[in-house]
């Protein structure tokens, strides 16, 4: 059994060598003709962090990369010299680092991010990102995270882009683009890596690491479209994940790393496992040991091992020499994956210039204040309005005090996020700050702790009281601490944790005017709020512009636009809920047996797409240019939206088609274009869309890409639910 399953691997690995031509191919057939074993194994290995950074191992040619985190310029042109100086052949090293939503000026979360709708914006965030980066000696960043994400429950749902896999498609290209420019040679660019291939958002339970078992269908139509745009927009690099997949774990997964990475999509870049994430196959009881591990790591495709940091960690380095030697992997398969990672290298232009150039940083500065002018407008464009009953907001110039509640008033670090690179909290805004800074002396501030993100201390409530009775006006700032959110921070609810909801329960008694504003990773279950508190911001963690972009969405110089990008459920018993349903042969009506709860509606609190302005928008007037088409024709659908509140606002308008019957039961819609426009008192602007044939195919059952003739129908909205709807016909 062993040596059918061997002699698979061996055609296997064989059949993998069709790397698709490229410019550097004969630069890196020379240098590898002059390797040993030993040192083309050596670029297949990544050690994490200083504890693991072995001068000897480096001179020796037996590592290709570090995940040297912030060390800054100075330790990284350090440990380069080794490797250019004092190694045989002086391959220079790739040093990786975590810049997912900035290096030194942190934006807001991803999450945050994506419900700007402004795909410009985050790619300029991510352009920041990697200059700062690069100025510090990061060559490759482990971002974007590209995962799709319908569950709440997972903490890492923070660092993707939300539920929808059209939106995600179009930020993870933004991302790439804004990290690697349009040169990887440029200093001020690092190599983008999309992660984590794949699935890994779809884990059972919404619990990190777990199992993932899904339809290929849903493989393909939910989670890889991300990787395809990012693959599409260049990415260096992609990360495989820790889940297995179907059966498979996904870093050994030969369909998903080859046979549709490099056969279907042909993509020849760089495939680096997550944390030790081939180690683990023995975990997952793929494999007998760390030898069978390695085995079938390279065999399916993982060119290189982010080992553990610590030295048990590593699999590639101890096993592929020997793996090679008893001629369990062909050598050529060594090869293959040493070219994809010296290619990277070539791309980075690292033969040529393996140290960072501090004085090209020096002269070229970004300044400051554009820095932060983009994290500004990036954190306000983030910021969701989810209620404004009596409109509370803007807050009133001519209130007098102001009372500020809750754990992260005064917070500088948890407002950053779950990845915060080299951000310092020194340096960011905090949300007393940002609002002390914009009211100066005319509004009297009384602030108040009230109570710690989660525990059952309710000490602080009299105090809180207190202040707000002083007040006129009182905003709770309440939410999840970051170590609740990002990797391995799932929950099995979604509710506030601590007392924080009984503080915000006190505070209403005293019938003052309230807003709560909720900085947080995930959607919470905040119905009592909804339904009690006036106003309800959802500010997510906005990093380090953070105060100023609440001040100024506070009082009204920022008409908060942001809309969900995952749905907000009513209670976790819902979970998965999300806007792409399908109708079931028994959609949920009044009748008793249909598609239904006992104890919950079936909608969300909030759907996918919504959140509100200080002012209102109208839609109307939709039209459509034909009511027929044939197969592959296009049509164009207009339609009119009117600012009809008292101020100027973003609107972004969003698209949806439902195919209404198929060969294959197909979503009730999804989400096939959007506009983000600007709209000043009164204006009214009319918006078109081109449907085009590709907007309305989906996978038939053979998974071949189909538009099929019959009836569909075209809805707009500024949400998913509240939409205006149009039918048109396709014709064979
Ligand atoms: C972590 C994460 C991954 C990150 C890597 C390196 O476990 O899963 O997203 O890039 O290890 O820190």
Redesign the pocket.
Same mark, same amino acid.
């Given at each position: 059994m062993m040596k059918k399953i061997i002699l698979l691997l061996i055609l296997i690995s064989i059949s993998s060598i069709f790397a698709q031509p490229d410019e550097y191919d004969e630069k890196i057939s020379e240098l590898l003709d002059k390797m040993t074993l030993d040192e083309k194994i050596g670029q297949l290995v990544q050690i994490v962090g200083v504890e693991r950074f072995s001068e000897q191992r480096i001179k020796e040619g037996k590592v290709g990369s570090i995940?040297i985190g912030t060390r800054g310029a100075d330790e990284v042109n350090r440990i380069q010299r080794i490797a250019v100086e004092e190694s045989r052949l002086g391959i220079p090293l790739i040093f990786a680092n %975590?810049v997912i939503h900035g290096y030194r000026t942190i934006f807001p979360v991803p999450l945050a991010e994506a419900s700007s709708w402004n795909p410009e914006l985050i790619q300029l965030a991510s352009e920041i990102a990697a200059f700062e980066a690069a100025s510090e000696g990061t060559h490759w960043t /482990?971002a974007p &995270?590209v995962d799709i994400c319908r569950d709440p429950r997972w903490g890492r749902i923070v660092e993707g882009s939300g539920e929808d896999p059209f939106l995600g498609s179009i930020i993870a290209a933004a991302r790439v683009k804004g990290f690697q420019g349009s040169n990887l040679k440029n200093k001020n660019t690092v190599a983008a890596c999309a992660?984590?291939y794949v699935a890994y958002g779809s884990a059972e339970g919404g619990r990190d690491y777990n199992s993932v078992d899904i339809s290929e269908r849903t493989l393909r139509e939910i989670y890889l479209p991300p990787f395809y745009s990012a693959v599409k927009s260049g990415t260096a690099s992609i &990360?495989s994940s820790?889940n297995d997949l179907n059966g498979i774990p996904a870093s050994a997964n030969y369909f998903t790393l080859t046979e549709i990475l490099r056969e279907e999509w042909k993509w020849n870049g760089v495939v680096i496992s %997550? /944390?030790n994430s081939i180690g683990e196959l023995v975990n997952h009881r793929f494999a007998a040991d760390k030898k069978e591990a390695a085995l079938k790591g390279l065999t399916a495709g993982v060119d290189i091992d &982010?080992a553990g940091d610590t030295i048990d960690g590593d699999v590639y380095s101890p096993h592929l020499k020997n793996l090679v030697e008893e001629g369990l992997i062909d050598e050529q398969t060594i090869n293959n994956s040493a070219k994809n990672v010296l290619r990277l290298k070539y791309k980075l232009g690292l033969f040529d210039n393996p140290y960072v150039d501090k004085e090209f940083f020096d002269q070229n500065q970004l300044s400051k204040n554009y820095k932060d002018s983009i994290a500004l407008k990036l954190a306000e464009e983030s910021i969701v309005l989810l209620k404004n009953e009596k409109n509370i907001l803007p807050l009133d110039k001519g209130i007098k005090s102001i009372a500020l509640i809750g754990p992260f008033v005064t917070d500088s670090v948890n407002i950053m996020g779950s990845w915060s690179a080299a951000g310092r909290p020194a340096e960011v805004i905090t949300i007393l700050d940002g609002i002390k800074n914009f009211v100066t002396d005319r509004i009297k501030i009384n602030y108040s702790f009230g109570c710690n993100f989660d525990d059952d201390d309710t000490s602080g409530f009299s105090e809180a009281e207190s202040a707000a009775l002083q007040s006129d006006v009182v905003i709770i700032f309440v939410g999840e601490p970051r170590s609740m959110s990002g990797?391995a921070a799932s929950r099995t609810s979604l509710d506030l944790p601590g007392v924080q909801l009984d503080l915000i329960k006190r505070i209403h008694q005293t019938g003052k005017p309230l807003v709560v504003v909720l900085m947080n990773g995930r959607p919470l279950t905040i119905n009592w709020i909804y339904e009690n508190v006036s106003s309800v911001i959802e500010a997510w963690y906005l990093g380090s512009q953070t105060g100023k972009a609440i001040a100024n969405t506070l009082f009204g110089k920022n008409n908060p636009s942001g809309k969900l990008t995952i749905t907000f459920p009513r209670s976790a018993g819902q979970i998965p809920i999300y806007y792409y349903q399908k109708s079931t042969g028994r959609p949920a009506t009044d009748a008793k047996y249909t598609s239904k709860y006992l104890d919950s509606p079936n909608t969300p609190l909030f759907p996918f797409g919504y959140g509100k302005s200080y002012t209102t928008f109208s839609y109307g007037n939709i039209k459509i240019s034909k009511a027929l088409i044939s197969i592959n024709d296009s049509v164009e659908v207009s339609i009119d939206i009117t600012n009809t509140g008292k101020f100027a606002g973003d609107e972004v308008v969003q698209l949806y088609i439902q195919d209404e019957t198929a060969s294959i039961t197909l979503p009730v819609k999804l989400l096939k274009g959007f506009k983000k426009i600007k709209l000043n008192l009164g204006e009214k602007k009319e918006i078109s869309f081109k449907i085009t044939p590709d907007m309305l195919s989906f996978l038939d059952i053979e998974m071949k890409k189909v538009v099929e003739p019959g009836k569909f129908k075209v809805m707009i909205g500024g949400n998913s639910e509240d939409v205006i709807s149009i039918s048109f016909e396709v014709t064979e």
């Open positions: 995940l %975590d /482990y &995270m992660k984590h &990360m820790f %997550d /944390y &982010m990797e």
